[in-house]
C-alpha cells in the first residue's frame, strides 16, 4: 500500500522533492512511536511519561548530529479506547460524525502532547494529522492514497512532520481506522526513506519461545509466532507490522525503547525486517 504519488516532483533516486525547496530532500528516517510504548494502553487517556521523555530525548538527540526524521505514532490508550469503544477499525467504518470527530479528537490530544514534548528539546516538530489528507477511494479493503506533499514540503523547511494513527475517509465505509504502521509504510515509500524503525514495548519480533528474531525475510516463516495484542488495539498487533514492513524496500527495524537510540545511530536494533 503506497501513496497516490503526490509528495510533488522527485529525484533521479526517487527522493521527494519539497515544493519550496531547490533541492530534493535527503532520504528521511521514519520512526514510529508504538501507541503501547507512549501511553498505558489499559487505562483511557494515559500517558506513559517516562517512555515519551525518553523517546523524545534519542529523537532530539539524533537530530543535533544527522538530517531528517519523520515521526509517526499510534494510538496507545487514547485513540484505541474511543475507536474500540464505537466499534471503529481498519475494516469496520461509522457514519456516524461524533464517532469519528471523537477517535479523532482523541489522536490530536495525544499528539499535542507528542509535538509538547519533542519542542520543548528544541525539535522543530509540525502535526500532519491523516483525517485531513488521506483517503480510500476503493473501501476498506483498498489502499491507502496519502498526498506527501505537505510532509514533503515540510523536511525541506527544516521541521519534523509528526503524524499519528488517526480515522481515515474511506468510500463505502464512512470512515475507519488508519493504522501507525500503515503510515509509515507509505511515509517510507513515498519519501524514499533510508531506514525504518518501529519502536513498541517489545524488544523485537519474538519467535514461540518469546527470544527476539534477528532478521525476517518472509511473513511464513514468523507467522505461527504471531499473536493478537494483549491489550486493545483495533490496528491488527505485531502481525500486520511485519506484513507492512516486509513490502518496504528500504530496511526496517522493530525493537524495544532500549534498541531507540541504537536504531537512531545507524546501527542495527531488535529485529530486522528486510
Known amino acids: 500500500m503506497t501513496g497516490d504519488g503526490s509528495a510533488g516532483e522527485r529525484g533521479e533516486d526517487g527522493a521527494a522533492v519539497a515544493a519550496t525547496a531547490d533541492e530534493p530532500v535527503d532520504?528521511?528516517?521514519?520512526?514510529?512511536?508504538?501507541?503501547?510504548?507512549?501511553?498505558?494502553?489499559?487505562?483511557?487517556?494515559?500517558?506513559?511519561?517516562?517512555?515519551?521523555?525518553?523517546?523524545?530525548?534519542?529523537?532530539?538527540?539524533?537530530?543535533?548530529?544527522?538530517?531528517?526524521?519523520?515521526?509517526?505514532?499510534?494510538?496507545?490508550?487514547?485513540?484505541?479506547?474511543?475507536?474500540?469503544?464505537?466499534?471503529?477499525?481498519?475494516?469496520?467504518?461509522?457514519?456516524?460524525?461524533?464517532?469519528?470527530?471523537?477517535?479523532?479528537?482523541?489522536?490530536?490530544?495525544?499528539?499535542?502532547?507528542?509535538?509538547?514534548?519533542?519542542?520543548?528539546?528544541?525539535?522543530?516538530?509540525?502535526?500532519?494529522?491523516?483525517?485531513?489528507?488521506?483517503?480510500?477511494?476503493?473501501?476498506?479493503?483498498?489502499?491507502?492514497?496519502?498526498?506527501?506533499?505537505?510532509?514533503?514540503?515540510?523536511?525541506?523547511?527544516?521541521?519534523?512532520?509528526?503524524?499519528?494513527?488517526?480515522?481515515?475517509?474511506?468510500?463505502?465505509?464512512?470512515?475507519?481506522?488508519?493504522?501507525?504502521?500503515e503510515l509509515v509504510v507509505d511515509l517510507a515509500t513515498g519519501l524514499g526513506a533510508r531506514r525504518v524503525g518501529v519502536c513498541s514495548t517489545v524488544p523485537g519480533v519474538l519467535d514461540s519461545d518469546g527470544d527476539v528474531i534477528r532478521k525476517v525475510d518472509a511473513f511464513a516463516a514468523v507467522a505461527d509466532a504471531l499473536g493478537a495484542s494483549d491489550a486493545t488495539d483495533v490496528s491488527g498487533g505485531m502481525a500486520a507490522k511485519v506484513r507492512e514492513l516486509l513490502g518496504l524496500d528500504a530496511p526496517a527495524y522493530v525493537f524495544g525503547g532500549d534498541g531507540l537510540v541504537p536504531f537512531l545511530r545507524g546501527e542495527d536494533a531488535g529485529t530486522k525486517i528486510d
Do not use: Y
Not at 499535542?112 to 514534548?117: M, Q
Not at 483498498?142 to 515540510?154: E, M
Open 27 to 181: 532520504p528521511p528516517v521514519v520512526l514510529k512511536l508504538g501507541g503501547s510504548l507512549i501511553t498505558e494502553k489499559g487505562r483511557p487517556e494515559t500517558l506513559d511519561g517516562a517512555a515519551l521523555d525518553a523517546a523524545c530525548d534519542a529523537v532530539a538527540d539524533a537530530l543535533a548530529g544527522r538530517g531528517d526524521i519523520v515521526v509517526v505514532h499510534g494510538g496507545g490508550s487514547f485513540g484505541h479506547h474511543h475507536a474500540s469503544e464505537r466499534g471503529v477499525s481498519t475494516t469496520e467504518g461509522t457514519r456516524d460524525a461524533d464517532a469519528a470527530a471523537a477517535v479523532h479528537a482523541a489522536m490530536k490530544r495525544l499528539n499535542a502532547h507528542v509535538l509538547e514534548r519533542l519542542r520543548e528539546r528544541g525539535v522543530p516538530a509540525v502535526p500532519v494529522h491523516p483525517l485531513s489528507l488521506a483517503a480510500r477511494a476503493d473501501g476498506a479493503a483498498g489502499g491507502l492514497a496519502l498526498p506527501l506533499g505537505s510532509t514533503a514540503t515540510l523536511l525541506g523547511e527544516g521541521f519534523v512532520p509528526v503524524l499519528h494513527g488517526d480515522g481515515v475517509a474511506t468510500a463505502g465505509d464512512g470512515v475507519t481506522v488508519v493504522s501507525g504502521d
